[in-house]
């Protein structure tokens, strides 16, 4: 069976010193050791220490073979947004992960998809890059749940979305600078409760302020199975229905009218809930989804959902027809 990863991160091995070549900033960097591991630093200071699994496009085939997996969709890690910076440099690292992407896509067709990244804090610049992306052979964009605590039915992306779908590029919004961190750093709480409701508020945000509505052909993915939006959808449909004024102010359909227009990778740990969520959803919405190669991820490849009671048929949505409409692309591109 064809399997497909929808949601994985891939870094360059090298990364410029964007903090001394632009003059500020906390740009990423990466300092490699000895042992194949390397430090992820964030403007200078330790964020977190990744393995080869993260560069290396061999050592990454290798284990997902392991797991009977061929194609891995990959983008990169959301803390190289780099929303924050001047749109100028902003613009350049997006250039630079995007081309990484795009020629490894190049040199292994049937084994990685590509997605680019945009620098969303200037529209016009954004539209540039999302133009050039489609050229140099990604199918879609990775954005974040918020682009700097904006909410995603802001008029300024709107355009961007607009072109999106002109262009035919897909949309998978990750959570990532996730409300309410500094306030609840102990626990991994950031990780564990801000991220679900991240892109809860990014699903509310899209849907409440009619992107959906007014980009019909608008193909746009929710990683880990959404968050928490699908199994707080009757409280938010509840609220749609008992205070339209707060709710419905710019659309007003309800919002279960939008279950099968978005897809959601199917990262939950936990197979009931990805049985109840395909009771919600059609199975050619909800991806097979790793996060691979992060802890919190599912870095057995699929071994729960292969080794579940669900058919064969939803089996193969999931493992590659939900994502290959997601991303438009023939499965014949693969075997
Ligand atoms: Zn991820």
Not at 145 to 155: A, Q, Y
Not at 314 to 331: C, H, I, P, Q, W
Request: hydrophobic share 40%; aromatic share 12%.
């Amino acid at each position: 069976m064809l399997k497909i990863d929808l949601h994985s991160h891939i870094i360059p091995r090298n990364l410029p010193d964007w903090t001394k070549k632009f003059g500020y900033g906390d740009f990423i960097n990466l300092n490699h050791n000895e042992d194949r591991t390397a430090d992820m630093m964030h403007g200078g200071r330790f964020f977190r220490r990744i393995e080869e699994n993260c560069w290396d496009e061999k050592v990454r085939m290798d284990e997902y073979t392991n797991f009977n997996t061929q194609v891995q969709v990959v983008c990169t890690i959301p803390v190289l947004f780099s929303y924050w910076a001047k749109p100028k440099e902003g613009l350049e690292v997006a250039e630079y992960l995007n081309d990484h992407i795009a020629e490894l896509v190049a040199n292994y067709p049937k084994n990685y998809i590509g997605l680019g990244t945009l620098p969303m804090q200037d529209t016009a610049l954004a539209i540039q890059e999302l133009e050039r992306c489609k050229k140099i052979g990604l199918v879609g964009i990775q954005i974040g749940s918020n682009i700097n605590d904006k909410n995603l039915n802001e008029p300024e992306f709107f355009p961007i979305f607009e072109a999106c779908e002109r262009l035919g590029m897909a949309v998978l919004v990750h959570p990532w600078n996730m409300m309410g961190k500094s306030s609840m750093e102990k626990y991994w709480l950031p990780w564990l409760v801000g991220m679900p409701a991240e892109t809860s508020r990014a699903a509310c945000s899209m849907i409440f302020g009619g992107v959906f509505e007014r980009l019909p052909k608008l193909r746009v993915a929710f990683c880990h199975a959404g968050g928490s939006f699908l199994p707080t959808l009757g409280r938010i449909e509840h609220g749609f229905n008992c205070r339209p004024d707060l709710v419905a102010v710019d659309n007003n359909r309800n919002p279960r009218t939008y279950l099968n227009k978005f897809w959601i990778d199917g990262i939950t740990h936990d197979i009931n809930l990805l049985k109840y969520l395909l009771t919600l959803k059609d199975s050619k919405k909800v991806c097979f989804g790793t996060d691979y190669p992060f802890p919190l991820g599912d870095l057995e490849i699929g071994k729960f959902i292969e080794e579940s009671d669900l058919s064969t048929s939803v089996k193969e949505d999931l493992f590659s027809n939900a994502t290959l409409e997601f991303l438009n692309l023939d499965k014949k591109l693969f075997i």
